[in-house]
């Protein structure tokens, strides 16, 4: 599965930067351009998604809410994580 977000999360667990690759799944409209360059200024919305997460330093789950933009152009459905991104 594809990483399209890095998310940076400090760990309730361990206290501890954690780097998370997410998959995020954008809803296409028939008829969508597949130009990318918006011919309008697209609203920018925050949405909020509240997901697992694993401390790989204790290997515990914790639960945390995380923040993406989302224009008018790509609303996202759903966010998934993928697991943590060593670098």
């Given at each position: ?14 206290g501890?930067?954690?780097?998370y ?5 954008i ?18 919305c ?5 997901r697992?997460f ?34």
């Open positions: 599965m594809p990483i399209d977000e890095i998310l940076e999360i400090k760990c309730p667990l361990c501890k930067p954690h780097r690759g997410l998959a995020v799944e809803i296409t409209f028939m008829g969508s351009s597949p130009d990318p360059t918006p011919t309008f200024k697209p609203n920018i925050i949405h909020k998604f509240t697992l694993t401390c790989p330093e204790k290997n515990e789950e914790f639960q945390a809410t995380i923040k993406l933009k989302e224009t008018g152009r790509n609303p996202i459905q759903d966010v998934r994580v993928i697991g943590v991104v060593e670098g």
